[in-house]
């Protein structure tokens, strides 16, 4: 365990920080090798491990759909095409529900949406020493390998469905009539001070309320993984119970992950809908 020559604190702290890469305060170009060094580094430091797992998991979600679609055939299905034909089906099945246009892009936006959260969500079931150990070993000081647990990744997901719900608001309503729904809505002309207030405020919530929704459910997931796992050092007594917390712990947090990754899809959808209504 890690906790053998770590403090506690050392240990949540090195468990929770990113593979930063960005402007040394030398000057240089390179990884940060302290939590310190990463702050320092501002707002134009990337998150390689962010980055490159999503991009993994990414390219994994496509290749197996991917695969699904290639070996489709009649009958009764079986293996990952029963689970890929049952996915299509309830995104389906939610978008119908969830929104009342007609739109190309919604149902496999959502469908692509809900697969590759669920799969950066699922990586908080990795038992929280493997991935920082072997990234260790390889000379590699820090490797958080959740990326929904890092706000960078929950914010840049948030703002891309905002920016299509811009999109389509003003295809579908116009420059104009999405103005005037900025202006107007909701007390009429008289209102235009209050109106603009509160309708900014309500669409600057839209991907704020998303990126901290998933962020905030699966950085505090990760946090109590990274807590049990600390019992493994306090003895054979500790141990045991931390064992089975783990395994408690970990058969809830599958519904957490899945039901983050569902809520993150129905409400682009909602947007989404929301963007596509002319009637005000």
Same mark, same amino acid.
């Given at each position: ?10 240990? $949540? ?105 669920? %799969? ?5 079931? %990795? ?12 000379? $590699?000081p820090f490797f958080k390998v959740v990326p929904s647990a890092d706000p960078n990744a929950t914010f840049g997901m948030a703002i891309g469905v905002f ?7 003003v295809k579908m309503k116009g420059p104009g009539g999405f103005a005037s729904?900025?202006? @107007? ?40 993984? $990274?807590? $049990? ?22 058969? @809830? ?18 947007? %989404? ?8």
């Open positions: 365990m890690a906790t053998e020559v770590l403090t506690s604190s050392e240990y $949540i702290r090195h468990h929770l920080q990113n593979l930063t890469y960005g402007h040394l305060p030398d000057g240089s170009w390179g990884v940060a090798h302290s939590a310190a060094q990463a702050k320092a580094m501002g707002f134009w430091a990337i998150n390689l491990d962010t980055i490159g797992v999503s991009i993994v998991l990414g390219l994994l979600f496509l290749l197996m759909f991917r695969g699904a679609a290639k070996s489709l055939h009649t009958g009764v299905p079986t293996g990952f095409q029963n689970f890929a034909e049952w996915a299509v089906e309830f995104i389906d099945d939610s978008v119908r529900g969830s929104f009342s246009g007609r739109s190309p892009l919604v149902a496999p936006l959502a469908l692509t949406v809900f697969v590759w959260i669920f %799969l950066m969500n699922l990586m908080d079931l %990795l038992p929280v020493d493997w991935i920082p150990h072997l990234a260790m070993a390889m000379g $590699i920016l299509l719900v811009l999109f389509y608001s729904e900025l202006a @107007f809505h909701p007390f009429g002309k008289l209102g235009l001070p209050a109106n603009i207030f509160f309708e900014g405020i309500n669409l600057i919530a839209k991907p704020v309320s998303l990126a901290l929704r998933l962020f905030g459910n699966m950085y505090a997931g990760e946090m109590i993984f $990274i807590l $049990i796992a600390l019992m493994f050092g306090g003895g054979i007594g500790m141990a045991v119970f931390g064992g089975a917390l783990q395994w408690v712990w970990a058969v @809830f947090h599958i519904l957490i992950i899945t039901l983050q990754a569902f809520i993150f899809m129905t409400l682009t959808i909602v947007y %989404l809908d929301m963007a596509h209504q002319t009637d005000h």
